[in-house]
């Protein structure tokens, strides 16, 4: 007669330990980091994470961050970026003592407004501003006339 292999008990036990085996390895990521938009167009935006230690917030321009700079360490769950050019920027987080990769890089790609737009947009206040004021001065001197 044939083993019929490890008794049924076994199996799900054995199952439980490599599921807890994968989950306790070093590529799983301890921490969650997201963005609140991955295009900008205006150079700001806001990072929000989810750790249980404190963080080291890092910045690169290249996904193989060599050139990362810190933005943040501490134990908050969220950091503003402004004034960035027109780029891409990776950030991940890392541990704040020991600098172990916690999370997935998350990129950012910085694209401004073109020049033209923006001045058709200054463009279109100033004429704004200039009709609002000459409603006001029209409004003002025919008012002195009634009385």
């Known amino acids: 007669m044939p083993d019929p292999g490890p008794a049924p008990r076994v199996r799900p036990v054995a199952a439980a330990l490599a599921v807890l085996a994968l989950t306790m390895s070093p590529g799983a990521q301890a921490a969650t980091l997201e963005a609140d938009q991955y295009a900008s167009s205006e150079g ?30 501490g134990s908050d769950s969220a950091h503003v970026v402004s004034g960035k050019p027109d780029g891409s920027f990776y950030y991940r987080l890392e541990s704040a003592e020991g600098g172990q990769v916690l ?8 694209r401004h ?14 004429i704004v501003f200039v009709s609002t004021l000459g409603l006001i001065a029209f409004s003002s001197s025919g008012s002195d006339e009634r009385r």
């Open 113 to 126: 407004h073109s020049l033209g737009r923006a001045l058709a947009f200054f463009a279109i206040g100033a």
């Open 103 to 110: 999370s997935e890089p998350v990129m950012v790609t910085v």
């Open 44 to 73: 700001f935006y806001q990072l929000r994470w989810e750790a249980e230690e404190p963080v080291r917030l890092v910045e690169a321009r290249s996904p193989g961050f060599v050139d990362a700079e810190t933005l943040y360490t």
